[in-house]
């Protein structure tokens, strides 16, 4: 009897609840909530750490992403290699126009990204025709040249005529003989020189697109020309 009574102590004592489990197991809860803002700062830590770090970079970069500043150095370094040459072929024209005497008749400038060199009629053609005079060659070889010089650059040849009408076998309109003007000289830029013709293109405008005024010989002089226009291709 004395065995099962102490028996019965020992069930007794292992059966019986621990007095805080029962806090413990109320309160894990309100613990766990309570951890979660231990992960949040954790969180925002970590997002201030990488905005100090982007602060930083920044600053040092004025305010740019380091790739943007390099893609704009290289840019601004491309901009002026693309002015140098464009400078150093308007010197060259230059020079050549003045070697052969050609200022009353053939001009270069540069406006915008172009480069225009105009030869007026009387030093390239005979009224009213198209081919190509011996006075004329001198000039276009050094332009053809500077041309080859430069393989980023493409060429635009335009014809231009006056307003006053023709009308022959070869030529009906002035568009026809605009036209037949440009083609020639670049026939003689890829027969003569050798210039890539993908390079190459022609218009024709007819009276379309005066200098001046068609009201006097002298300005119908001015627009009967040819332009040859040369352009960096778009990268």
């Given amino acids: 009897m004395k065995e099962v009574a102490e028996e019965g102590k020992t069930q007794s004592r292992v059966s019986r609840p621990f007095p805080g489990k029962a806090l413990i197991e109320r309160s894990r809860p309100a613990i766990d909530i309570d951890s979660n803002w231990l992960i949040t700062l954790s969180d925002v830590l970590s997002l201030l750490l990488i905005f100090f770090v982007m602060f930083s ?119 026809e003989l ?17 210039i890539d013709p993908s390079r190459l293109s022609i218009k024709g405008y007819a009276d379309q697109k005066p200098l001046a005024v068609n009201d006097t010989s002298e300005n119908r002089a001015q627009n009967r020309r040819v332009e040859i226009r040369l352009k960096e291709k778009e990268s």
């Fill in 57 to 175: 970079v920044l600053s040092k970069t004025g305010g740019k992403p380091v790739a943007e500043e390099n893609h704009n150095h290289v840019a601004a370094n491309t901009h002026m290699e693309d002015l140098s040459a464009r400078d150093e072929m308007v010197g060259e024209m230059s020079s050549a126009i003045k070697k052969h005497n050609l200022g009353n008749d053939v001009s270069v400038m540069a406006v915008n990204k172009e480069i225009i060199v105009t030869l007026k009629e009387r030093v390239t053609f005979r009224p009213g025709e198209a081919e190509t005079l011996k006075s004329s060659e001198p000039m276009l070889d050094t332009i053809a040249q500077i041309i080859k010089r430069y393989p980023a650059f493409l060429v635009d040849i335009e014809g231009h005529t006056d307003n006053v009408p023709i009308k022959t076998r070869l030529y009906p309109s002035n568009w």
């Fill in 178 to 194: 605009s036209v037949a003007r440009s083609t020639n000289v670049l026939k003689y830029f890829i027969n003569r020189n050798g």
